[in-house]
């Protein structure tokens, strides 16, 4: 499998990108045994995920499919890595069978001295590092308490492989001016992997130290006061208030041209009550009327033939 995926790599982006349809052509191997070895390339620091596989439909943003976003679907990006000598005692077995009937949803667990190592580091000093993540806290959501900003540590820990290797509260410490400046955990997530501009920042492995490449990748989002800029979403949200404004002006703008056209503003008829506008037309009311001089002269002919019978 990292052969082939060798074989696709991009010497310029220093990435591989072949679909899940190539992988099983070129290794014959079905969907669920791709997915198997691709795991278990990530669980053994093999293989890095820089842009996960997508469809318009599952894609956030787009409303089931409703809306394109012009990426179309988009194929999964990965990096080959070298594990380093500490990575020697890892098993190169792979856990259980590699022929199974559906894609796992996790990766295959690692082996036994690395648990161990696991272990010992919860139970040394300082071992809160390693505690288990939760999500219990909206990445879109602001901060506004020292709960709130743990809470947001937390979630932060675990949508990050990298901030996972801290304590939340460490985490927190680290993110306290921007969670200050309006920032959520999505933007914290978004500057982390872009820079101002957009432009992603190239994937190099595993980040050796955390609080040094987290005040790193974010000092790019820090005036020359130290103070956080506009986020992500503070820019979205003050383009679309302008965005806003602008259509207003348009719509005033026309107006004004059009009461200059016909000499005074537009009236419109006031609008109709959403139920009104739906109900069905009522029948119209029909009254009886008079019988023509045709009917009269047929009755009065029928009633003198009626009159001569014997």
């Known amino acids: 499998m990292a052969t082939i995926l060798a074989r696709y790599v991009d010497w310029i982006l220093l990435a591989t990108r072949p679909v ?41 943003g787009t409303h089931g499919g409703t809306v394109d976003d012009g990426r179309g679907a988009v194929a999964a990006e990965y990096v080959l890595t070298i594990p380093t000598p500490s990575d020697a005692d890892v098993t190169d077995e ?9 894609t796992p949803s996790g990766s295959p667990p690692r082996g036994e001295p690395l648990a161990l190592r696991a272990r010992e580091a919860q139970t040394r000093p300082g071992g809160a590092n390693t505690a288990p993540p939760s999500r219990t806290w909206s990445l879109a959501a602001t901060v506004g308490s020292k709960t709130d900003a743990l ?8 949508a990050s492989l990298d901030l996972r290797r801290i304590s939340a509260r460490h ?27 957009g432009a992603p920042w190239p994937y190099a492995g595993m980040a050796r130290r955390v609080p040094g490449w987290t005040r790193h990748r974010l000092a790019p989002w820090l005036d020359a006061s130290g103070r956080p800029l506009p986020s992500k979403s503070q ?15 348009w719509r005033e703008e026309l107006e004004a041209q059009h009461a200059r056209s016909l000499g005074g503003p537009r009236i ?36 003198a033939r009626l009159a001569a019978r014997p």
């Open 268 to 303: 419109f008829a006031p609008r109709m009550p959403r139920a009104e506008a739906l109900a069905p037309a009522p029948a119209p009311a029909t009254r009886p009327t008079a019988p023509t001089q045709a009917y009269r002269d047929a009755r009065a002919a029928l009633n």
């Open 20 to 60: 899940w349809a190539v992988l099983m052509e070129r290794t014959g191997l079905s969907r669920s045994s791709v997915a198997k070895w691709i795991a278990w390339l990530h669980a053994h620091d093999l293989l890095g995920a820089v842009t996960r596989g997508s469809l318009p439909q599952y894609r956030p």
């Open 235 to 249: 820019r979205m949200a003050a383009a679309a208030v302008d965005q806003r404004a602008r259509q207003r002006a």
């Open 94 to 102: 792979v856990d259980g069978p590699v022929e199974e009937t559906r």
């Open 171 to 197: 985490v927190r410490h680290l993110l306290t001016p921007f969670f200050a400046a309006g920032w959520t955990a999505s933007d914290v997530l978004h500057a982390l992997d872009h820079r101002t501009d």
């Open 151 to 158: 809470a947001a540590a937390e979630a932060l820990r675990a």
